[in-house]
């Protein structure tokens, strides 16, 4: 049973534009999220995270939104670069984060 | 490099052989994580260990695997008779495993082809 998701296996966007990755859960006691880049031939790669107890959280160009009555948190990355294409993962714990369930991935391609 | 490193990174191997992997993590950090991607998914969550002790394992992970943390430092994960279905890509993750620094640090991965 998947815990994550991510319904969108890919996505363009126009470099410049604003890039918005989707995610859903559906476990309640999750309460701590991740995303995650990764590269072809590299593991994933650290981006951003949130705790429940926020519903926003900021770094750079990157933000991650957590809507918990709706059980779904969202990526975004203002503006896109040709660099930020790639698979990205939403990741969820529950707890003291002993164990994360990662989504499928969302192939992101950013045009020049 | 202090990242967390992966050995071998590439590994062919018949059906019914042994094969181990290592995993180096970041040096402070406490806990050590493997999972296993295969195509198109997510990474699977396999087993951790804070320091040496291996404090969870995923139900999914058949008495084929094993998994070790002798001095707390480095990590291996052995699979016996290895199986084709057992092709996938193994990988490592550390994390400090306190307060809220529960982000995880991977490794390149193992790649396992079982011919």
């Known amino acids: 049973d998947q815990q994550v998701k991510q319904n969108s296996p890919s996505l363009s966007v126009q470099e410049g534009r604003i890039s918005i990755l989707n995610c859903d859960y559906t476990n309640s006691m999750f309460d701590y999220f991740l995303w995650y880049k990764k590269y072809p031939a590299e593991g994933p790669t650290f981006l951003i995270s949130?705790?429940?107890?926020?519903d926003k959280n900021e770094d750079g160009r990157f933000t991650v939104f957590l809507n918990k009555s709706a059980k779904h948190l969202s990526l975004h990355i203002v503006p896109s670069q040709p660099g930020d294409s790639a698979v990205y993962f939403c990741?969820?714990?529950?707890?003291?984060?002993?164990?994360?369930?990662f989504g499928t991935g969302t192939s992101l391609t950013v045009i020049p | 490099d202090t990242g967390v490193s992966q050995d071998p990174r590439h590994k062919i191997t018949k059906r019914g052989q042994n094969v181990t992997f290592r995993c180096d993590p970041i040096?402070?950090?406490?806990?050590l994580y493997w999972y296993r991607q295969t195509l198109g998914q997510g990474p699977e969550f396999l087993t951790y260990?804070?320091?040496?002790?291996?404090?969870?394992k995923s139900r999914l992970l058949s008495d084929r695997f094993s998994a070790e943390r002798p001095k707390g430092s480095f990590s291996t994960l052995e699979i016996q008779r290895t199986e084709q279905g057992d092709s996938a890509m193994y990988l490592c993750?550390?994390?400090?495993?306190?307060?809220?620094?529960?982000?995880?640090?991977f490794g390149p991965g193992t790649r396992l082809t079982v011919t």
């Open positions: 040096s402070e950090h406490n806990r």
């Open positions: 260990f804070q320091n040496e002790a291996q404090l969870e």
């Open positions: 949130i705790s429940s107890i926020k």
């Open positions: 993750a550390s994390s400090l495993g306190h307060g809220l620094a529960y982000e995880q640090y």
């Open positions: 990741a969820a714990s529950a707890g003291t984060g002993n164990q994360f369930y």
